[in-house]
């Protein structure tokens, strides 16, 4: 099947996916939306919103349509890497056995993914990062597609670690999800409160994931684009040249090379899901805000006038 073909393919099954998982998930569209696209990319997505906007249903429904193995880790202050990894135990026999933990999954749900030390959260980095798990000095990777979905919840910060900056910027998304409106919440009411159990139909295979970050990865971009999103990233250094008035008075620090290869990989994905062969300027502008939220830093002026990050990053787009 030819490139042309195989965007035209996706458009039809991501539209039908989406109708899919909107059986159960009512509203939340872009919440939907960029988390796919980060599968798409073979990223990584944190999911913040308080509790009860349906976090883990979202990550449960998606596993399902997507017909990909999942798993949850509830992260918890006493959980230990080896309770994410896996651990080696004597058999009968008396030699080591290694008993694999529940990160050897197509999806995981890291399930309020701030409860838990720095320790643990750093258990996750490497598969994060290199798909494989180093256990007792061995080696095991991990079945692929492979991708963590993280959630936290922003208002309990009693008992919580903040995520390291270098364990933040291996997410590709950091995704708000935001209060349903009056009649998406009647809706989830109705539907939640009834006998009515909705199931979900497995629209992708594990293989055609795979194959579907191939021709991401294919898709040709311009030069001008691929300049305009380093330039963006550029821009939210507070010590560059081209950084504004605003960046330089309330950021203290921008974003890393990392935020400008995925604002490419997801122009690309973004532009396809669209029937577009190609990502323009408005694809990159379309997922800058999820891509770059999280990878620069306020300073105490922009907390104490009330400027958001958003705020931020829409003056610079």
Known sequence: MSDVKAVDELVKKYNSL?????????????AVSFTLLSIFCGGHSLLIGVPGLAKT??????????????????????????????????DENRHFKFIKGPIFSNIILADEINRTPPKTQA?????????????????????????????????EQEGTYPLPEAQLDRFMFSINLQYPSFKEEVEVVKNTT????????????????????????????????IEYAVALVGKTRPNSEEATD????????????????????AAKAHAAVNGKYSPDIEDV????????SHRIVKNYKAEAEGITIENIINSLL
């Open 57 to 90: 249903l979202l990550v449960n429904t998606i596993s399902n349509t997507l017909g990909l193995n999942f798993k949850r880790i509830q992260f918890t202050p006493d959980l230990m890497p080896s309770d994410i990894l896996g651990s080696e135990i004597l």
């Open 246 to 265: 605003m960046v330089k008075k309330y950021l203290d620090w921008g974003a890393g090379p990392r935020a400008s290869q995925n604002l490419i990989l």
């Open 18 to 30: 989406k109708s899919e998982i909107g059986k159960v998930i009512i509203g939340q569209e872009q």
């Open 194 to 225: 009834s006998i009515m159990n909705q199931k979900v139909e497995a629209i992708f295979s594990g293989d055609e994931i795979l194959a579907i970050q191939q021709l991401i990865r294919k898709i040709p971009v311009t030069d001008n684009v």
């Open 123 to 155: 258990a996750l980095l490497e598969a994060m990062q290199e798909g494989s798990v180093t256990v007792a000095g061995h080696y095991y990777k991990l079945d692929a597609p492979f991708f963590v979905l993280a959630t936290q919840n922003p208002i």
């Open 285 to 292: 502008k379309a997922v800058a805000i999820p891509i770059l």
